[in-house]
């Protein structure tokens, strides 16, 4: 009866640890996941603007490599987001830094070719990626 | 359908390049708050895209539901998968007007928007009050308000009924620039 109990509180006590652990999950680390879909900004807009839906479909949630000419870099406190040039006059893809990134962005001009890695969250006026990180710049 | 929607959106745009009664953010602010005695739960878009009209004070607002981030990534798991079903209706938008917006100045007033927030594919008519300002260049607008869950069919199962709030507080800050492209 006694061992009994030992047992259920045992199987009691991983519960709870497991049960812990998942509620404090850490948050995905875009450094350190592979590249879902690597590709330039110009193809990543064109996609959400012909067809939205299917275009939600295949990138969102995933981890994309974009490519891209910045054309600005826009400071918010500890936040950056960095614009990247596509051939649509109007849209372009809008990639926000993580903090630990937003030191690397003070490398980073206007004009230069980038390589950013992050999670695309969907297309308003813009394609938006967020917690990128900078893959490398030239 | 979605030609005449792109058509519509960049005449809007169009439009919008030489009138100066244009103003956007693309970054806007919107959080949200439960608060039960259990546990807060709080989670910051900071991707906000609105526009204000000033030769008419109409308003749209257009967020992206996965771009609220949550403290604990199990949270914005559930809250994309299980509650808003971001999959489904990735977007939630409002539309609407900003009531006596000609007393707008450049010290702040309170005014009334009324419009219709569509969230979870259900829509419903709300009044937001908001702390409004404006200068040539900037309208800036902060407030908070509430929505009810049940309101946008949201369903929280009965097992963590405790730890989410049925009134939902939304607080916003949206700092309008005049669009130049």
Redesign the interface.
Known sequence: MKKISIYILIIGLIGVCIGYK???????NVAEKPVDIALTATILLADF?S??TSA?AKY??KIIAVKGMVTTI?F?GE?A?ISLQTKD??GSV?C?LTKEEFKKSTEIKEGQEVVLKGIC??????V?L?KCIIMNSK | MKILYTFFVCLFLVSFTNAQERFLTKKGMISFFSETPIENIEAQNNQVLSIVDASSGKMAIAILMKSFMFKKALMQEHFNENYVESDKFPKATFKGDIMDFDNITTSEITLAIKGNLTMHGKTKEITIEAVTKKTDEVIEMTGNFFINLSDFDVKIPSVVKNNISEKIKVSFRLYHKTYKK
């Open positions: 998942m509620y404090n999950k850490p948050h995905i603007s067809n939205e939600n969102l949630d826009e918010d936040k987001a006059d109007f809008v926000y969250t969907g297309f308003l006026m813009d938006i967020v």
